[in-house]
């Protein structure tokens, strides 16, 4: 028997997650019968703006927000199957109950705000999906919201997604590369003796020291042990380096094509750095995922402005080349070792 209460969190975060008006009419079913058109066009676009190959062709989902939220749930249980035991921490009914109330919690959240996935990193029962996946609701909301051109705000989400889509499959290490950094960190999660008190020490000092009590990294990051903080370190550098790349390929295409490519940037950026969320963010970690599109970005043009934009291919000869977190804040130092 599952230790978390799966069904629980799917139901958790499709409830959270809301449905916003307009899915189930005419302009959610115009969405998803043009996306893939739309998907093809960016595949084109991105292919030749990287130089990387575009191979085969990524199914595109058109999903509510609930949908969403169910889907990145049974992520969160395939990722976590390996260790479910040991995140119950009681064993009993009510830890399994309290981390899928988290686990919805926070995808409803999640829910409410993504645009778009691509889903091929997490691994499914025939070894992987390839999936494009853009939330109608969002798309629609925003749209209209900010009254953004359907065609180009929907050609815009869809340069990112597949820049994601080329990083994962014209590089053939990333995959199991990604999924080893997520199966190492998850790995680690069993309970280490003296953590409590360890953690319960270091708010003290931070608390002494005027220091805030959490970092961008959230609880993830403050119950880690030094080891697991390693772990935590490299997947925000890989992840800083994919999203501020997918980052800077759809401002580069978008601002060639689109007309409203700066405002809509603009918008966003704006979107990402909301102070009603602020908390929120920095509790769950989430607040690092922000700043890994900005340091992403700054690495990207940094590189680009030294060595131009082909330098950052070395990135893709093997993990040997990846940015550090360090290198990443210090993109000298990248193209010093190199070089």
Not at 277 to 294: H, I, P, S, V, W
Request: aromatic letters at 8%; hydrophobic letters at 45%.
């Amino acid at each position: 028997m599952s230790a978390i209460r799966w069904p629980l969190a799917a139901r958790v975060g499709a409830r959270l997650a809301g449905k916003y008006p307009l899915e189930g009419t005419y302009h959610f079913a115009l969405l998803a019968r043009r996306a893939p058109e739309v998907v093809a066009r960016a595949a084109a676009l991105v292919a030749e703006e990287t130089g990387l190959p575009w191979t085969g062709e990524p199914a595109v989902a058109v999903v509510t927000r609930a949908e969403w939220a169910r889907a990145n749930v049974e992520s969160f249980r395939r990722l976590l199957a390996p260790v479910e035991d040991k995140l119950a921490v009681s064993g009993g009914r009510v830890s399994g109950s309290a981390v899928a109330a988290e686990v919805g919690a926070l995808v409803g959240f999640l829910a409410r705000r993504v645009l778009g996935q691509y889903e091929l990193v997490v691994p499914s029962g025939d070894g992987g999906s390839d999936t494009v996946m853009l939330v109608g609701g969002n798309l629609l909301a925003l749209e209209r919201l900010h009254e953004f051109r359907p065609a180009e705000f929907r050609l815009w989400v869809a340069l990112h997604e597949c820049t994601h889509r080329l990083q994962f499959t014209a590089v053939p290490w990333m995959r199991p590369y990604f999924l080893g950094l997520v199966s190492e960190l998850v790995q680690a999660t069993s309970s280490h003796e003296g953590r409590l008190g360890r953690v319960l020490g270091e708010w003290r000092s931070a608390a002494r020291r005027g220091r805030p009590l959490l970092d961008e990294t959230g609880l993830m990051g403050l119950l880690a042990t030094p080891e697991q903080r390693q772990v935590i370190d490299r997947v925000q550098a890989l992840m800083s380096l994919l999203e501020g790349h997918g980052h800077v390929i759809m401002d580069r295409i978008g601002g060639r094509l689109l007309v409203g490519q700066h405002r809509m940037a603009r918008v966003l950026k704006a979107r990402r750095r909301d102070p009603r969320y602020a908390a929120f963010l920095r509790l769950t970690g989430l607040e690092m995922k922000m700043q890994q599109y900005e340091q992403g970005e700054r690495f990207v043009l940094a590189v680009e402005r030294r060595g131009g934009f082909a330098a950052l291919d070395r990135a893709w000869e093997g993990p040997d080349r990846l940015p550090t977190l360090e290198e990443i804040r210090e993109p000298e130092r990248w193209l010093q070792r190199v070089a």
